[in-house]
Structure formats: C-alpha cells, structure tokens
C-alpha cells in the first residue's frame, strides 16, 4: 500500500490521502476538498483515481467530491446513513465492508460515531497498519462534537474501537492540529514529557511535514487515552468538582471534550 498525505494549506488545515496500489497504479482519494491538489499529486506520482471516499458529511470533506468525480469519474464512497445528506454517493458503506483499491489494497471500513453520528474511519491491517480516521481522532486529540455528534458516543468509538487497535497502526487523521492538541495535554498533565518533547518539534513546524504518530505514541501524549491518569483526574476536578475522588472513565473523557471545546 502507497500512502500519499497531501496538505491543503486552507484554513482547515485539511489533510487530504491518497492511498494506490503499487502494482495497478490505482488509487482512493480520501477527504479531497482541495481536489485540484489531490489531482495533480495522483499525476505526478503516475496513479489513477478510481475512487472517492469521504469519511463523513462536512462541508470540509465532501466539498471537493463534484470537481473530482467529473474529472475522474470515480464512484463516491461514504457511510450509507450519510449518503442522503451528502448527496451524489455511489456506494454507501457499513461496519465491516471491505474497499478494495487496486489489486493488493484492502481496507476495513470501521462504523465510529462520535463526530457525527455516520462517520467511517478506514483501517489497512498487516505487517504496516494504518488508521485513516478523518474527524473521529487527532494526532493528540480528539474530534468536535459540534455539528450532529454526540461526545457519548464518541467515548464508545475510542474505548471500544481506537484503543484495541495494534500500538503500531499509524494515524492519519482528516487536519492537522498537533501543537494546539499537544498544548491541551499539557494542560491537563504538565508533567508529560513525552508531549512536551513533541510539542518542541510540532511548534513552528512545516504542516506538510508534521509527525505521523501512532496508536502507542497516541496513548502517551493524548489526553482523551490518559483517562486513568491521576493527574488529569485531579485538574478536571478542579473544573468540575461534582465528578468526585474516582471518576469513571466515560465521564472524565466527556467533560474533557467539554474542557476542549472552550479551551
């Protein structure tokens, strides 16, 4: 599997894939708002975009899928409860389908509400796995619940989903948000040096070429993993009192999100 991360330099700071086969040259575009860049990188590298997948209904995803389908004409990939609302989608998928991209590629689709509740996040197993995980995870953080999500569930998607996965699958996330996520751990643990070590990397950095981190690292430097941690228990209880000496872990993952969204 080839992966291609393509950085928009919009003020998302959207991160757009491509991910070929190496023998076929045929290749799925992931979340390709700026799609002229998708595009030319799939040219430049001699790849063939044979399918769009989006891996929930924002604007910021789905935007570019026009501009690339009539150019390509690839089918459009998403999650069948958010095909209606995204309009124009060629195959709508559930948990367990498999997309297959050229000859050798194979990925699973896994069903992770939380950011919406019809968001897919995209997992190649093997020797080199990867998360292809669009607004559900961060490189040290964790996804909005803003518009048409649900924090609950999204506790479920990490608890359940995210945190089983192999330390080494890589994390490829749908924009780049490293410094400010590293930030928000430090935050609520100061004394984790494993982020404030990255942190000194992150800050100022080329967002082209900022770290891809994986599952294992994840676990260290991002607090919605460290929900054991009794340093951040202590600080969020200094925000909310009323969760007590031993909160569970679904309730100190939920009102970090909450910590986060005005932070």
Not at 93 to 106: H, M, P, Q
Not at 180 to 206: I, K, M, S, Y
């Amino acid at each position: 599997m080839l992966t291609e991360r393509i950085w928009s330099g919009n003020s998302w700071r959207n991160f757009h894939y491509l991910i070929a086969c190496p023998e076929s040259g045929e290749a799925l575009a992931v979340d390709p708002l700026e799609w002229q860049l998708c595009l030319a990188a799939a040219r430049e590298r001699g790849w063939q975009i044979t399918q769009i997948l989006n891996t929930h209904e924002h604007p910021d995803h789905t935007g570019g899928n026009a501009g690339l389908k009539a150019a390509t004409h690839a089918p459009v990939l998403a999650h069948a409860a958010a095909a209606a609302r995204i309009g124009g989608v060629d195959r709508g998928l559930a948990k367990g389908d498999i997309i297959k991209v050229g000859r050798t590629v194979e990925l699973e689709c896994l069903d992770t509400p939380g950011h919406t509740l019809s968001h897919v996040c995209l997992l190649a197993r093997g020797e080199e796995p990867a998360l292809f995980c669009g607004d559900t995870l961060f490189n040290a953080g964790a996804g909005n619940c803003h518009n048409g999500g649900d924090p609950e569930r999204l506790y479920e998607t990490f608890a359940t989903q995210l945190a089983r996965l192999p330390d080494e699958t890589r994390v490829f996330p749908g924009h780049e948000y490293l410094a400010r996520n590293l930030e928000f751990t430090l935050d609520r643990e100061p004394g984790n040096r494993d982020a404030a070590r990255l942190l000194e990397q992150a800050r100022g950095h080329n967002p082209a070429a900022a770290a891809v981190t994986t599952l294992g690292e994840e676990k260290r430097i991002n607090t919605f993993f460290r929900l054991q941690n009794p340093t951040v228990i202590a600080r969020l209880r200094e925000a909310f009192p009323e969760v007590g000496e031993h909160p569970d872990a679904r309730t100190v993952f939920v009102k970090l999100r909450e910590l986060r969204n005005r932070w």
